[in-house]
């Protein structure tokens, strides 16, 4: 960037020349290096015995370091300083298992020991020439001793005459040009690595006192934006501008300034600043808030997308809702395996969006993804809700994406596909009426005077209940319904007595509701499907859990679900000892206010309710009209709602077991195919057959699910299934992420805060979030410095 004295550039930041100064290790072919202006060719040796063709070939034919010693001899001008600092700091040195090329000296095999350069510090060894090299006669030395001779061995040619090397080597030290290179070499040192500064700056000493000076006052700004961002605390107050009194305790200017005054009492350098002359010097105003949350936004969204396409493999999770200004905000979260193949889901942004077909979500997502930074061809899966515009199969979100990335494999959320499951079982007569009765009885009981009186029996009663208020039943996540339903069932006792109370003592409506729901709930169907539905809930709702958590891949997702759908099994066929359980606590719960458990009027015609015929006791009439159907259908709908999530399995079950079929080959083929050519065709099968003889001596105990399997596979051996591994594991299980995003969102974007604008929103989401995540002060003030603005610190 140009420089100008307008910006925070040259104001903030300490302005240093941008050098190359080392690189470590880097081998490249020397015809590469020869080709740099700024660096002659080597020349050949006049050393008696030198055999200069072969050397000048194994030249050609190996790779060297760019920072050996002799690139930087025989040049045709002076060395820059960068070059300079090169070869007095920076230049290659052998390793202690390096072999050094055996000279012949008539009878004798001589050889550069490594040894003499500890003894000469000066001293340097050069691989291209196979000789060693005075580093700072090199660097400053211009011509040999008396009358300006040329020079010769140690600056300009190696020395090899390693007979004489250590007595040669004591006639070099004393030698006046070496030391006067020497001098050089220390003033050098002492100007250029130890200041590090400009030209300009170096003669403007008061200039740099002053950026660093404005930089430390943006310190405690920061520090409490960040402070506020991180714990959802609103930073704006009704009178938020014009200068700080810190005195004044009385007058509300908003979390921030508040923050700012109750420091400045014990921080005399910043109640200086806040107090000092000037008023728009302070760095405290809304806009400048604005912007030093939008730098937040741009560092730790640039360290997520850093290691998400460092990764090269990623699969993107979105959900939309309305917000509290009725903006539709999209919310795009990405599920990635970082370098320590630890599995992780974050949140990048919220997206305002205006339509909601697939075509345009498509292409807000699309959109998304390239304005965060991430390269959408290592996108390997999507995940979205069963929403028609999302998961449609003509003109849904995920056909569009995957028509242009063949490779993003859809996978709808496990956690609704439960949640569809068990809306769908409970959708039978029996079951729906008793959940409904329940929802009713949350809302009769939601209001001061209705509840006083369930609280008074709740009171008198002997034993104390751990609940004391009815729950509502969730209407989106059915398996919170069993939280709802289990209080139920232990204050059933005290609302039955509310009831009766109200519906004996009260002479308005509401004795008229309460004798209908009491009449409801004493009803033998209720309450055998009340205890039912607990206890098939019971099951799911644990599995529900493990579905919204981030370290779960589908793998280990499938083997939850068919755990729960072979116990549901075991229940069906054992129904009549189960139900017997079942039927018990219903009696007994009956028992206490003399209800008597009675079945249905049964008769040979009846289209409205459940006839079975040949029933000879209430027991097996409730099994066969409850509890059987509800079961069937249960099992019936998780095997249907998973089934997609099987079949995207299929293809790398073969990777979790030894045994290969040829079923496995068949699918495993298709897999590969699907991901070639990032996949190896040829070498695949290999690895394959390698990591199934692994599977079988270590008896499958590296693979229960796919998180296990990717730690064990070593990458190294099994490129290719460690990368299908990998993929699996970044496959969608749940869109939990983008949901609880959305419970920041409710907490960021109130009803005092809707006017909130798109940047603002982001940089205190992802603040919030991504609590983690480590922010320098000095890369918020060197982003900061990129922005143009006039020139108004007054110190």
Known sequence: MKRNTHTLDSFFKPQQKKTNIHVENEDVPVKKILSK?????????????????????????????????????????????????????HIWVPPNNFTFPVIENKKRKLKFQSSWMNLFPWLAYSKIRQGGYCKYCVAFSKYGGIGNQPLGQLVVNPFIKYKDALQDFRAHSKKKYHIEAVLDAENFLDVFEKRKLPIIQQIDNDRVIQIQENRKRLVPIIQCILLCGREDISLRGHRDHGQIDISDDKCNEGNFRAILKYRAKGDDYLKTVLEGPGKRNKYISPGIQNQIIEACNKIILKKIVDKINMSECFSVLADETTDISTTEQLSICVRYVDSKNILNESFLQFFSIHSLTG??????????????????????????????????????????????????????????????????????????????????????????????????????????????????????????RYDALNDFCELYPYVVKSLSYIASEWKDTSATDACMLLKNIQDSEFMVSLYVTKVLFSYGLPICKQLQKEKIDLKKTIDLIEN??????????????EFKLIFNEVKKSADIFEITINKKRITTKQTNRANPQNIKSDEDYFRVTIFLPYIDHF????????????????????????????????????????????????????????????????????TKNGLDALQNCDKDIYPNIHFLFKILVTLPVSTATPERSFSTLKRLKSYCRNSMNEERLNGLALLSVHRTIDININEVIDELATKQRKFDFVL
């Open 359 to 480: 075509k345009d979500l498509a292409t807000s997502i699309l959109r998304g993804l390239s304005d965060c930074g991430l390269n959408c061809e290592f996108m390997y899966g999507q995940g979205y809700d069963g929403a028609s515009n999302m998961a449609g199969e003509f003109r849904g979100v995920q056909k569009i994406i995957n028509d242009q990335f063949p490779r993003a494999l859809y996978v709808h959320c496990s956690a609704h596909s439960l949640n569809l499951a068990v809306s769908s079982s409970s959708n039978i007569r029996p079951i729906r009426n008793c959940l409904g009765i329940v929802e009713k009885l949350h809302v009769f009981f939601n209001t001061p005077k209705r509840n006083n009186v369930l609280q008074n029996e709740i009171e008198k009663a002997d034993h104390t209940p751990n609940v004391t208020t009815l729950k509502r039943l969730c209407a989106t996540r059915w398996m919170q």
């Open 564 to 577: 729960v759908i072979s116990v549901l099994t075991d229940m069906r066929e054992a129904s009549e000892k």
């Open 635 to 702: 099992i019936s709908q998780l095997k249907e709602r998973f089934i997609n999530h099987k079949n995207i399995l299929i293809g790398f079950e073969c990777l979790f077991h030894s045994e290969f079929t040829d079923k496995d080959k068949i699918e495993f083929q298709k897999l590969v195919d699907l991901y070639s050519p990032i996949i190896d065709k040829h070498n695949v099968l290999a690895e394959l057959k390698m990591w199934k003889l692994k599977l079988a001596s270590s008896c499958e105990s590296l």
């Open 37 to 89: 202006k700024s660096v002659a060719s080597p020349q050949p040796l006049n050393a008696p015995g030198d055999n200069t063709s072969n050397i000048d070939k194994s030249i050609k034919d190996s790779e060297i370091y760019v920072d050996d010693i002799s690139l930087f001899t025989n040049t045709s001008k002076s060395l820059t300083n960068e070059e300079k600092l090169k070869v007095l700091k």
